[in-house]
């Protein structure tokens, strides 16, 4: 039976915002290791990843979470925590989160995101509108397979899907997405990508705050695979900076998540550099049910709590 909140955000209601801003500025690399180059080229430096193996630089976030269970009190890295508190979301048999923001390019574009879980079944939304963009899509998904609808947006919180749905493998859809929905989590946060001299860990009011300053080629790898299928992009962005904040209840479950980012995408040969500040806000252990392909997700975040 479905409850007040299932109900609620199955609706239409009103907008959240989070502000993208557009600076007109290139975008500096920096060598890293892992089989990337760096090549000069007018505008953005631009990334060679042949070689490149993410999954070389994940942390086993299994292994950190099962010993924070067995003893909470040791010392973990800042990304070590992170780590713990994704992973306890992760497993949780049902979920969802909601992800709202907004762009400034030379005109404003609005974009949202909805993932949920249940049980072996996962879904995510991400829709991007503006008055030269319209971009919808809905993924749901297992562990084996994902079947993908491509449409476009009549606002940004009112999707219009037509086409017929396309099935992927896991693996492939992996490689054009940069993650699986089961793996719910796009960026590639260790030891290795977290610069820990920069980052922190606070106690406030019962919850946990941590903040990370991730590498900006290693960890935004599998993001940059999505942002470029998504958004159809010439080339992979390059970023600049990444800034995240983490903020978890005193037990680790995963409560709201805040980025700051800087980077330079490039279409049909115009780079544009953008500075993304997000927000998105996790339900951990609570029934959402998945929409029909008709059906409209609520994307309102009244009524959360804003964390200072």
Known sequence: ????????????????????????????GVGVGGGIILKKKLGPVEVDYSGFDSSSFQAD????????????NQEFTPAELVNIG??????CENSYSIGVGQASTIV?????NFQIRNGDTYYEEQISKSSMVSLANRVIANEENATIYKGKAKDVEVPEYKDGPQT????????????????MFIYIISNDTVDTDKSSVNKK?????????????????????QMKT???????????????????????????TTLDEKYVASMSGINATIVNNLNY????????????????????VEGETTYE
């Open 1 to 28: 039976m479905e409850n007040a909140k299932e109900k609620k955000h199955l609706s239409k209601g009103k907008k959240a915002l989070i502000q993208y801003s557009i600076i007109a500025v290139c975008a500096a």
């Open 61 to 72: 976030a299994r292994a950190l979470l099962k010993a924070y269970e067995e003893n909470p």
């Open 86 to 91: 994704l992973e306890k979301y992760r497993q």
């Open 108 to 112: 404003n574009q609005q974009v949202r």
């Open 168 to 183: 992927m493998n896991s693996e492939d859809y992996k490689s054009s997405w940069g993650k699986t929905l089961p793996e």
């Open 205 to 225: 009011d019962g919850k946990i705050y941590v903040n990370l300053e991730l590498d900006p080629e290693i960890a935004s790898y599998n993001y940059k695979v």
């Open 230 to 256: 998504l958004s159809d992009l010439s080339s992979l962005p390059t970023f600049e900076y990444l800034r995240h904040t983490y903020i978890f209840d005193s037990d680790m479950t995963l409560l709201h």
């Open 281 to 300: 806000y996790y339900h951990a252990n609570e029934y959402m049910k998945i929409p029909e392909i008709n059906e409209f997700l609520d994307y309102s």
